[in-house]
């Protein structure tokens, strides 16, 4: 999985570049066709955002989250995209048993 991670108004350290890395490790575990990941994290006055684009065979999924700490928004952002990729990922188990299920009843 390919990932890019910028800052808007913040310096991108290594322990936050840490943090999402070990974060998004459990996006890779949940479902293998990550093609790529694109993290933006902004600071706005008391505001700390991150957004992210999972990029998944053939489609996108984004989530935002603001908190008052950085760090929390990473892993409000993540559980977000877990959710996400979850039910992507029932949508096409659930398609391919269909088409299994068409294939028997023909």
């Known amino acids: 999985m390919q990932l890019q991670l910028s800052g808007h108004h913040i310096d991108i350290t290594d322990a936050l570049r840490t943090h999402v890395e070990s974060k998004l490790d459990r996006l890779e575990r949940l479902y293998e066709n990550i093609t790529g990941l694109n993290v933006v994290l902004c600071v706005d006055d008391a505001e700390k955002k991150a957004e992210g684009t999972l990029l998944v065979s053939g489609n996108r ?19 977000k995209l877990v959710a996400q990729l979850r039910k992507h ?7 391919h048993q269909r088409e299994a299920r068409e294939m028997n009843h023909v």
């Open 61 to 79: 999924l984004h989530a935002q989250a603001v908190e008052p700490d950085m760090y929390a928004s990473i892993d409000t952002m993540t559980e």
């Open 89 to 95: 990922k029932e949508k096409q188990s659930d398609h």
